[in-house]
């Protein structure tokens, strides 16, 4: 099954957090490798007056069941000193599990797609160059929904790249 990651951090080192999040993502089997997006310094959305972030998005495919796949990002959001205080509040490092093939849930722990993906560019503009035929459940293309979207908070950046796992 092919599935969507979204990274992102706003507080600390965040590209070494990212790059960290990305080497621990793939360090366990069930997890292979696809495409990696650029990284985007975004502007926050929603939530407290707070610093801006970097993000990208990690397309794999899996032999995990999309609940196994939450517990593995939500260890790896763990093992940065991730901190659930405060609802879209600042954070060292944030892994949301965008899409997972086909499957649609809706339960209190995961839903999929992910609710506000396709009206958030920092997720659309960085899928649409890691998977530019990708199609967001429910949604249509997501190089169409980047495309549309508000992007005057999202700027690639050109000076780091992010390291594909070995």
């Not at 405060?86 to 060292?92: K, L, N, S």
């Amino acid at each position: 099954m092919r599935v969507a990651l979204a990274l992102g951090s706003n507080l600390g080192n965040r590209f070494d957090t990212l790059q960290g999040a990305v080497d621990a993502l793939f360090d366990a089997p069930g997890l292979t490798f696809v495409a990696i997006s650029p990284v985007y310094e975004t502007d926050p959305v929603g939530g407290p007056e707070q610093g801006p972030y970097l993000n990208a998005v990690v397309i794999a495919e899996t032999t995990l069941e999309p609940r196994a796949l939450l517990e593995r990002a939500q260890s790896v959001e763990d093992s940065f000193g991730r901190r659930r205080a405060e609802r879209w509040g600042p954070r060292t490092l944030d892994i949301d599990l965008i899409a997972a093939g086909d499957h649609v849930l809706d339960d209190p722990r995961l839903t999929l797609p992910h609710p506000r993906a396709h009206e958030r560019a920092f997720v659309l503009v960085p899928w649409a160059d890691a998977e530019p035929g990708a199609v967001l459940p429910g949604h249509g293309s997501v190089a169409e929904l980047a495309a549309a979207s508000d992007t005057r908070g999202v700027r690639r950046l050109t000076d780091r790249t992010l390291q594909v796992p070995m």
